[in-house]
């Protein structure tokens, strides 16, 4: 196994999304129509620095359960009760960024490998493990190459197999005979998404069983000379590969030697693949009722639904399947501009995270909720927020995602919306996620602060916690972590009902002594 040291390249990876917030141009979203705006402040602070931390809100009758979330820039995962008391701590080799929890209690999680090749993308990941309830190693998977890449997620499967995001390498000339624009290709080519189902093999080993590739549903009216040309607005079921942000502006390989030197830049950026992270599909969840999988593209500011039920031939076809379509997808929402059924004022996702079902049994099941990072208040006359929509896609009698001819799909509103009531207090421009407790209660996690909270559906704020940990791995050279901006952030964070399998025969009681909370270095004379 590697050395600890040598694993930490994750905050380089993502700390330049946390520095890059999309200017506003967007007339603030129809939820805050009803919400009493109180004057935004001039100024935020979006990651929660020199602000108490731990638990700050507590109320009488709460769900008994806990809360597991990642220490950042460490190799932890802790677990507290309703009190901020940490009760356990799985520990591994590598810096971890997502985690979930079994009914025997080992993790499933996603590790960043110390020495993954070419991609550059943020939320690189390339390794998923388990672990047991005592931290012993169990399974090691090994998924970073030359030619692909997991990262940022994965979902686990009722058959113990796992479906996880991953990036495939397509060279410049690949990506033009494919009908994208050469000014929207970069000198490297483009890394669109797969999605690939892993079954574990022993300790080390793993089959993919299962594929479903971007690349195989794409369509273009640019070039009919090249492939996949047809109309986008007759075929709201692939995906327009010329849609999407345009390449970053160039700079000069001086500016970006300065830039990894200062840790902003990722470890293999270059010049030449700057922008080929086209899509940075950032969440996937699976549904084994349906047998569908769905996926968010930040990029694309979209949600989007596909079939599993298909083989693999058939997911890069556009039949078959209980759906009828292979691997077309059978439902997308958010950004209809993208397959020009409307314009940007339709726009109803801002860089959005974490999608997922609303479990069975627990109210709005069958429900999408969506942690909408970045909406535009006010033509950027206002401050950007992030709400919480919960949103029901219109279905036939069958089941099928409807949509009317011409028009995009619906819903045209979420059923449910959270907002801060002064708007701007709930922020975090990337990372993030929410779901639905069994009580109707949700749990949101504010990631670029490190902060978990659980609402009403009213909207009343029932307890708040805002996590205090903060590990030390170092560089490869031994130089620490640069402590700011994402000092507490958090990726995913979980709350997990005390009736879960996993704390069966178990004795959870506060660990003796606590760990140690981070605490910031003193600001300089001149900053106080």
């Not at 597991?68 to 802790?78: D, E, G, L, T, W």
């Not at 009190?83 to 971890?96: A, D, I, Q």
Request: hydrophobic letters at 35%.
């Amino acid at each position: 196994m590697k050395k600890l040291p040598f694993l930490l390249v994750f905050l380089v990876g993502i700390l330049p999304m946390a520095l890059c917030q999309v200017a506003a141009n967007q007339t603030a979203s129809k939820d805050t129509a009803n919400v009493v705006k109180a004057a935004p402040a001039k100024d935020r602070n979006m990651f929660g620095h020199r602000i108490p931390r731990g638990l700050t809100i507590y109320s009488d009758g709460l769900t008994d359960g806990y809360i597991m979330f990642v220490v950042p820039n460490s190799a932890s995962v802790y677990l507290i009760n309703r009190k901020g008391e940490v009760v356990h701590e799985w520990k591994s080799n590598y810096p971890v960024m997502g985690a979930y929890l079994t009914e025997d209690g080992s993790l499933i999680q996603n590790v960043v490998d110390p020495d993954f090749p070419v991609f550059a993308g943020g939320g690189e990941t390339g390794r998923i493990q388990k672990i047991s309830w005592d931290s012993k190693l169990l399974w090691d998977f090994e998924y970073a190459n030359e030619k692909y890449h997991a990262h940022h997620d994965f979902t686990l499967m009722p058959n113990g197999n796992i479906l996880a995001i991953a990036w495939e390498a397509k060279t410049a000339e690949e990506v033009l005979a494919a009908g994208r624009k050469p000014v929207l290709t970069p000198k490297a080519g483009l890394w669109p998404d797969k999605i690939v189902e892993i079954q574990p093999k022993g300790e080390y080993g793993g089959n993919i069983v299962w594929e479903w590739h971007m690349w195989d549903h794409l369509i273009q009216d640019y070039d009919r000379k090249k492939a996949n040309f047809g109309k986008p607005a007759e075929h709201p079921e692939l995906l327009d590969i010329n849609v999407g942000d345009s390449l970053p502006p160039l700079i000069s390989q001086d500016s970006l030697n300065i830039l990894k030197a200062q840790g902003r830049a990722r470890r293999n950026v270059t010049l030449d693949n700057r922008g080929s992270d086209v899509y940075h599909v950032n969440a996937i969840k699976y549904n084994a009722e349906l047998d569908q999988i769905a996926f968010s593209s930040p990029e694309l500011n979209e949600i989007f639904i596909i079939d599993h039920s298909t083989t693999t031939k058939e997911a890069a076809s556009h039949k078959g399947g209980r759906w009828g379509k292979g691997g077309d997808f059978l439902y997308r929402w958010g950004n209809p501009q993208n397959y020009r059924q409307a314009d940007s004022t339709a726009r109803q996702l801002y860089h959005q995270h974490d999608v997922r079902w609303i479990e069975k049994g627990m109210p709005g099941e069958g429900n999408l909720l969506i942690f909408n990072n970045d909406i535009h208040n006010n033509k950027g006359k206002d401050l950007n927020y992030s709400a919480i929509y919960e949103i029901t896609p219109p279905k036939d009698q069958k089941g099928n995602y409807v949509a009317e001819k011409g028009k995009p799909y619906g819903p045209e509103n979420p059923v449910w919306t959270y907002v801060a009531p002064d708007t701007v207090s709930f922020y975090s421009s990337f990372i993030s996620g929410a779901h639905r407790m069994k009580n109707g209660n949700t749990f949101i996690n504010e990631g670029a602060r490190g902060r978990f909270f659980e609402v009403t559906k009213e909207g009343k704020i029932v307890w708040e916690y805002l996590n205090p940990y903060r590990g030390d791995v170092r560089k490869p050279n031994g130089d620490p972590t640069p402590v700011l901006p994402m000092t507490y952030f958090q990726f995913r964070s979980t709350f997990i009902g005390s009736d879960h399998p996993a704390f069966a025969n178990r004795k959870l009681t506060p660990v003796n002594p606590q760990p140690k909370p981070f605490v910031l270095p003193p600001l300089p004379v001149a900053q106080k």
